[in-house]
């Protein structure tokens, strides 16, 4: 007994160690057994969202996927977004990672993603040229898995690598919730208007109302997180009449160099009306935001919506699952449109050209480990989600859009379906370095009504013609950056062609050549016409780039004074 | 002090048991392995492990017979390793690389690479220096001269006029429209849409606005498809064509075909919107003119 004792008090601290660690184990053996009986296959699958109903539909459909795979257990490890980052890196470096895991977080840079996606990830591209198994007995039943999506699965795509790396399961959009039984109460309407000169008259009366405590209503609950979806959604588009003055290579669309050029040389100025007009809508709407507005958090508008204090916030389909589990039994939630100005509106009418193009995305996209120990059985499971009526269900119980084609949505996310035609911004100042340290300055001075539009542009434009062409000539020199890049890529491509024997061979071969011609070929031309562009100028005696000269009109003419004869 | 001796045999116990443990715990080999040495290399090369490609290339260099195939495939790794690793390239190293692999096998596959790697390397100089692009030039025309019916070749001879277009003078782009010309003549030759779209360039230098739109067109139907990148995009080139057939030749029978070409295969793209404007902005011209006649 005594030679016990002293042998526990000679090696306490081990002993103490070693049952921390059979205890643990035994427990996580415990647990295990639990998630899953011995003996069947466990697929662990690690994602961000951490709402509760996306937890519930990847429940439900691992569930539904056991009935026909009875040994297939799915376990969900939802990590918080705000950790995500970190545990991802230290899970896929150490080895450890979930067999399948939602990829492309914004908190991981590309490149870093593009680095796990070569090192820790199976390639899928094998996979997109066949029909997808569960799309038998539907109109996709001979489809290529990749034509059965929406967006064509661009999103799952890597240029970098030349691969698949993902199954996208969801489309996301934005637009504006409102608390429908709110604005009933304040202003009579049973639905918010989507004619701009409306919204604000609706927005003007709900501020000058108050609630019980004598508060007053906020008719938009914003933050710097929701001011980058009203901007990217109704203001910026507002500046399209730019790309008729500045799209020198008529690609479109106006880039920041394009910009640079034209208002240092004299062609553009700040008080371009749409230009103009993007600032002054921008005012018009954030004085309905709640003070401070520029300083609050996401987390703090969704409160001042969930708490009845304001009437519309602005977000995407990801939290409208959400909104609405935190209104039930409480107010009606509705979705509109982002509010467009009248063709005749006075001010805005002659500026506006269209509706707001959008561009599709899909996401909820998951990834394969190599580290898997059945990647087929993964595969398999994610192939069950993409299934036109797996992924209806799937993103029915969540509360988004699915990114399958002939699926059917939720009605309330109706106003969600993407607008595929219409305009888009086409002002683009950041030339970083200087440039955007000034205009990150001075811009929140204008959002929060320190200053008005003309004195931030007494202030900017002198100092973005001026500085901005350092920032630009800077920014030139990446294309010598790019095209080294560009060579270190190819030359992977070339090993792998010289490499490859007969049909591969020749699949490789033009796959080097066309990825040649894309990348090495233009870089050191488009240059030289920027360099040219900022030296001498835009020809202002010529036409804009979307009009007709007078020898071509003339060309017309006679066309059509011949068509006229015969 | 403890000595050895003093140290109880439970602490090695305890020791072998951790040690028994930890291996059980190591990291799982993340990354596939390959059996060809050359090829795992390359592998590491690709994921940027510029050191590990490097030690497995001179292992293979190593292990390879003098003169034999391995051995020139494991010179023009290290030689391309040497060259575009950043950080660390090293460009002495691989200049005497690529010209080890001219020296042992003049007229082999590699040697064609190598001298375009040597040419390269002349053009790609580092950020804020300008290349000298007389040596340039005569780099590309001496991979021209010695490969004329290799890819390489044919690679430096794109090289070479894209660097005599892009000056956009007008003798610089009347020699390389000669020698674009010529290349065309023969459509088998690989790089045949990119010789007609510099083609393009040098008529919009010289302000040739129909035949601008007749290289385009044709770059456009050479355009060699990758077939396994369901991406390529044509849509850039359809509103391209689009535009220079209804701003700069007035031709709105071709305009019209190519707007519509976009708006049919591509349902998506953001231009998507501008092209229906440019289809009713010239009906209502055609329509005004008319009326005016």
């Known amino acids: 007994m005594k030679s016990l004792f002293t042998f526990i008090r000679s090696y306490f601290a081990m002993i103490v160690v070693a049952a921390t660690f059979f205890w643990s184990a035994a427990l996580i053996v415990l647990y295990r057994t639990k998630e899953a009986p011995i003996g069947s296959i466990t697929l662990r699958i690690g994602h961000w969202q951490l709402e509760a109903s996306v937890r519930d539909a990847l429940n439900v459909m691992a569930q539904r996927y056991r009935e026909t795979h009875p040994n297939v257990y799915i376990v969900q490890d939802a990590i918080p977004e705000s950790v995500y980052s970190q545990w991802i890196s230290t899970q896929l470096m150490g080895g450890t990672s979930p067999d399948m895991v939602e990829v492309g977080h914004g908190s991981v840079p590309w490149n870093i993603w593009l680095s796990y996606y070569n090192r820790y990830f199976v390639p899928l591209s094998h996979e997109v040229n066949r029909p997808n198994p569960y799309n038998k007995g539907t109109d996709l039943e001979r489809t290529p898995l990749r034509n059965t999506y929406k967006d064509g699965m661009r999103t799952s795509y890597i240029d970098e690598m030349q691969e698949y790396m993902s199954i996208p399961l969801s489309q996301f959009g934005v637009r504006i919730f409102y608390n429908r039984t709110l604005l009933r109460k304040l202003t009579g309407l049973d639905t918010a208007p989507t004619e701009y000169r409306a919204f604000l008259e609706v927005c003007k009366k709900i501020a000058s109302q108050t609630n019980q405590f004598g508060k007053a209503y906020v008719p938009i609950a914003g933050s710097a997180y929701h001011f980058g979806m009203w901007d990217g959604m109704m203001f910026d588009p507002v500046t399209y009449g730019a790309v008729h003055k500045a799209d020198f290579n008529r690609d479109g669309s106006v880039g920041n160099d394009e910009l640079f050029v034209a208002v240092r040389t004299g062609l553009l100025n700040f008080h371009f009306p749409p230009f103009e007009a993007k600032f002054k809508m921008l005012r018009e709407v954030t004085d309905y935001f709640q003070t401070g507005y520029t300083g609050l958090t996401r987390d703090e508008a969704v409160f001042l919506f969930a708490q009845q204090k304001a009437v519309f916030m602005t977000t995407g389909t990801w939290d409208a699952r959400s909104l609405q589990k935190q209104a039930e039994g409480q107010f009606e939630v509705g979705v509109m449109d982002f509010p467009l100005p009248k063709r005749d509106d006075p001010y805005y009418g002659p500026i506006i050209e269209g509706p707001v193009y959008e561009r599709l995305f899909g996401g909820f996209a998951f990834s394969i480990a190599r580290t898997c120990k059945h990647p087929e059985i993964a595969l398999d499971f994610l192939l069950f989600l993409a299934g036109q009526k797996q992924n209806e269900e799937l993103n029915k119980i969540i509360g988004w859009i699915p990114c399958i084609l002939g699926t059917q949505m939720d009605p309330m996310l109706k106003a969600f379906e993407p607008h595929l035609r219409g305009v888009y911004g086409a002002m683009n100042i950041n030339l970083g370095g200087e440039t955007m340290v000034k205009w990150s300055q001075l811009y929140p001075s204008y959002q929060v009504r320190q200053m008005s539009y003309d004195e931030m542009i007494a202030q900017f434009e002198p100092f973005y013609k001026e500085e901005g062409l350092k920032d630009f000539m800077e920014q030139q020199r990446d294309w010598r950056r790019g095209m080294q890049r560009n060579e270190q890529f190819l030359a992977s491509i070339r090993a792998r062609a010289l490499a490859a024997k007969g049909d591969e061979a020749t699949s490789a071969w033009v796959k080097y050549r066309a990825l040649t011609k894309d990348r090495q070929i233009w870089a050191e031309l488009g240059h030289s016409r920027q360099m040219k562009l900022i030296d001498q100028g835009p020809d202002t005696g010529a036409v804009g780039p979307y009009e007709y000269g007078p020898q071509v009109l003339a060309k017309i003419k006679e066309r059509l004074k011949k068509e006229k004869k015969n | ?293």
């Open chain 2, 1 to 293: 002090m403890m000595t050895r001796k003093q140290v109880n045999p439970f602490t090695w116990l305890f020791v072998a048991l951790l040690a028994l443990i930890f291996p059980a715990c190591s990291r799982k080999q993340a990354a596939e392995t390959s059996a060809n040495p050359i090829s795992a290399a390359w592998t590491d090369y690709t994921l940027g492990e510029w050191d590990r490609a490097i030690a497995k290339f001179d292992a293979a260099l190593t292990g390879a017979p003098k003169g034999s195939d391995d051995q020139l495939q494991a010179l023009y790794g290290l030689a391309t390793t040497w060259n575009l690793r950043r950080p660390g390239e090293n460009s002495q190293k691989a200049i005497a690389l690529y010209q080890q692999i001219l020296d042992a096998a003049p007229k082999s596959d590699l040697a064609a690479w190598s001298l375009l790697g040597l040419a390269r390397m002349k053009h790609l100089v580092p950020v804020g220096d300008e290349p000298n692009y007389d040596e340039v030039m005569k780099a590309y025309q001496e991979v021209i001269d010695r490969f004329p019916n290799h890819l390489a070749g044919k690679e430096a001879f794109i090289y070479l006029n894209s660097v005599l277009v892009s000056s956009l003078k007008e003798r610089e782009t009347r020699r390389a429209l000669a020698m674009l010309e010529k290349f065309v003549q023969n459509e088998s030759n690989e790089f045949v849409g990119p010789a007609y779209s510099l083609m393009a360039v040098c008529y919009t230098t010289l302000n040739m606005q129909d035949k601008r739109l007749w290289a385009e067109i044709q770059s456009l139907d050479k355009t060699e498809v990758d077939p396994t990148n369901p991406f390529t995009e044509f849509a850039w080139q359809y509103w391209n064509i689009a535009t220079i057939a209804e701003f700069e030749v007035g031709d709105f029978n071709t305009a019209r075909k190519y707007y519509n070409k976009l708006l049919k295969e591509y349902p998506n793209d953001m231009r998507d919107y501008a092209a229906e404007q440019a289809l009713k902005r010239m009906d209502d011209l055609e329509a005004k003119i008319r009326r005016e006649l």
